[in-house]
């Protein structure tokens, strides 16, 4: 997938899974739409309403989205150190939330959107 596919492919899934909480003020999810480097994120009622995001890691990069995308139940230990909610191995059994794992690994990855991919 191109980076632009990961992209609107990671919005959406986010946007579907709560962030931004569109659905919960009864507004349409009308889709992403990417512009010289940034992200606006469109809805519509009655009324139209976007979010402007002026680098794909301002969208990315956060708290809310992390745990819109990933999810915030913790972690669900299926062997010692697997994780069947995020698929992820890890070095403990301690009990942060999934998206608290990924939003790390996010910020540290030189690549946050090819991270993401493994998971769409």
């Given at each position: ?15 579907a899974q709560?962030?931004?909480?569109i ?6 999810y009308d ?14 009622r009655?009324?139209n ?10 969208a990315l990069?956060?708290?809310e989205?992390?745990e819109?995308?990933f999810?915030?139940d913790r ?5 010692l150190v ?5 698929r ?12 608290q ?11 946050p ?5 493994r998971?769409?």
């Amino acid at each position: 997938m191109t980076e632009r596919e990961i992209l609107i492919k990671a919005v959406d899934r986010a946007v579907a899974q709560g962030w931004l909480g569109i659905r919960d003020m009864g507004y349409r999810y009308d889709g992403v739409i990417l512009h010289q480097g940034t992200v606006r994120v469109n809805a519509s009622r009655l009324d139209n309403k976007s979010w402007l995001f002026n680098h794909p890691d301002r969208a990315l990069l956060s708290e809310e989205f992390a745990e819109a995308f990933f999810g915030s139940d913790r972690h669900h230990w299926v062997a010692l150190v697997h994780c069947s909610r995020c698929r992820v191995e890890f070095e403990s059994t301690d009990t942060e939330r999934c998206w608290q794992y990924h939003l790390d690994q996010l910020l540290l990855s030189p690549q946050p959107l090819k991270y993401l991919e493994r998971f769409l």
